[in-house]
């Protein structure tokens, strides 16, 4: 479906150079990473919108860039649709002159025909008169969505669909475009720095930082297991710290994070040095060492964190490094913590992802 291999560079800012594969006609893909990684500019640059400085574009067998044949295809000339971050819709128009705005080369009759049809997908039809002002953030997203959607296009570019949107109307809308995704069945390209809009609306997430191309996979498989540390912090694994070998024995490993020693499942690679990544979901804690359980790591430490994160409370813990455990607030509550309470962390060896400091 798409290849592109882009290389481009700013005055000021990032360089980007990273390569791009889609195979599916209806694959939703998710460029991934902190602000300034280079997502926008790939979408930039796949819809014609940048140049490239070295590198080739194509979709469907037709070169839309070829630095070195000189070939650039105008964005026009591009079958994309391109859903912009602050949606640019014109205030001064309504949603059926916005929706009609890229296809005012049709003859009316059949203007109007595609706008209602696109109406009705999106349903949007009781907005047609109004302005863009008077519209909510979601009815918004769903204008500009139908215009991107305008011109028939065979590959949808979505930049941050979401960030222009509050907490729970994001969560809506965020429902909604998965929904929509799916029932019109294009390939799309969507760029995010949310992990929850990454796991919700990706088929395949491409995880970006400094304009590079650090892992790619299906958002359960990056999530599950990073190949790079930089990786797991983008991903949203709470605990990363460096760690060396002790000793190896049957099928686990020993290791020294910081002045703690745990374990986890040897990867069988034979390095010495490793990021230790823990999810915080995967850390109980407990006020008394546990008697029978399968978890290999009950480590005494110090209370030294409480803070709110969104439905849970995130609790650091110094036991002799940082351990971060995601806990409820009933669970809070019945432990009675409060900071420098003492406390086990507990979790099991196969909660403890580790990735080779040479990778």
Not at 47 to 74: H, M, R, Y
Not at 118 to 142: N, Y
Request: aromatic share 4%; proline share 5%.
């Amino acid at each position: 479906m798409l290849a592109a291999d882009i290389s481009k560079s700013f005055n000021k800012g990032v360089h980007v150079h990273a390569s791009l594969q889609m195979d599916s006609a209806s694959q939703v893909t998710v460029l991934f990473g902190p602000s300034g990684a280079g997502k926008t500019t790939i979408l930039r640059c796949i819809a014609g919108l940048e140049t490239l400085d070295k590198g080739k574009i194509v979709f469907k067998n037709q070169v839309w860039t070829d630095v070195s044949k000189g070939i650039c295809l105008p964005p026009q000339n591009r079958s994309v649709g391109y859903l912009f971050q602050d949606y640019a819709l014109f205030p001064y128009l309504n949603v059926r002159e916005n929706v009609a705005y890229g296809i005012q080369q049709m003859p009316e009759a059949e203007r109007n025909g595609v706008v209602r049809a696109i109406a009705e997908k999106l349903q949007i039809e009781t907005l047609l008169d109004r302005k863009p002002p008077a519209l909510s953030g979601g009815e918004q997203q769903r204008v500009a969505l139908a215009r991107a959607l305008a011109r028939n296009p065979e590959l949808l570019l979505l930049d941050e669909p979401l960030s222009a949107l509050d907490g729970p109307t994001r969560e809506r809308v965020r429902e909604e475009l998965a929904r929509l995704l799916k029932t019109l069945k294009l390939p799309a390209i969507l760029v995010t720095h949310d992990w929850v809009d990454a796991l919700r609306l990706g088929d395949r997430l491409v995880v970006m930082n400094k304009g590079t191309v650090l892992q790619s996979g299906t958002p359960q498989d990056v999530f599950a297991k990073p190949q790079h540390a930089d990786v797991a912090a983008a991903v949203g694994v709470e605990t990363v710290s460096v760690a060396s070998v002790i000793a190896r024995n049957d099928g686990s490993v020993l290791l020294r994070v910081g002045r703690a020693e745990m374990t986890a499942v040897d990867p069988g690679d034979g390095q010495s040095q490793y990021f230790v990544c823990i999810r915080g979901e995967n850390v109980t804690l407990e006020t008394g060492r546990a008697g029978q359980s399968s978890a290999r790591n009950h480590l005494r430490g110090i209370v030294r964190e409480i803070a709110p994160a969104g439905p849970v409370w995130r609790m650091t813990v110094d036991v002799g490094c940082d351990i971060v455990a995601l806990v409820t607030r009933p669970a809070l509550e019945d432990l009675g913590l409060t900071l420098n309470n003492e406390v086990f962390a507990v979790f099991k060896a196969s909660a403890v992802h580790l990735i080779g400091r040479q990778a």
